[in-house]
């Protein structure tokens, strides 16, 4: 597997804005976000194969920002699989409360304290 095998390729605009020009954006500001959404998909054996596959190739795009969104069950395997270095992981959701009783719900706090850098 390769990173276009497995993830969609995107381009983000950081926003940088140029003080001589209000409200435009630089073009230095730019860089490559390589995500992968793997909405309800996936497994143990995903998540190993996935990990191997970051280690291998994730060092010759160093220049591409890579974050991968598995469902919240593989989470935790993947921030302790992955070097955060290489790729980034984040959440397909997070819960509109800071915390506190909401069956099912993951706080931004508990996403940050496991390791989880992104929520789309």
């Not at 191997?52 to 010759?60: H, T």
């Not at 099912?104 to 989880?116: E, K």
Request: net charge positive.
């Amino acid at each position: 597997c390769t990173w276009k095998e497995i993830l969609v390729v995107c381009c983000v605009t950081r926003c940088g804005v140029d003080t001589h020009l209000p409200g435009f954006l630089t073009m230095a500001s730019r860089q490559f976000f390589l995500g992968g959404n793997w909405k309800s998909n996936g497994n143990q054996a995903l998540v190993k194969d996935l990990a191997s596959v970051i280690k291998r190739e994730a060092k010759s795009n160093a220049d591409i920002e890579k974050v991968i969104f598995p469902m919240a069950l593989h989470l935790q395997s993947l921030v302790s699989s992955v070097d955060g270095k290489l790729c980034s992981v984040g959440a397909q959701m997070v819960s509109e409360y800071p915390k506190g009783a909401h069956t099912g719900d993951i706080y931004a706090h508990a996403l940050s304290d496991s390791g989880v850098k992104w929520v789309l």
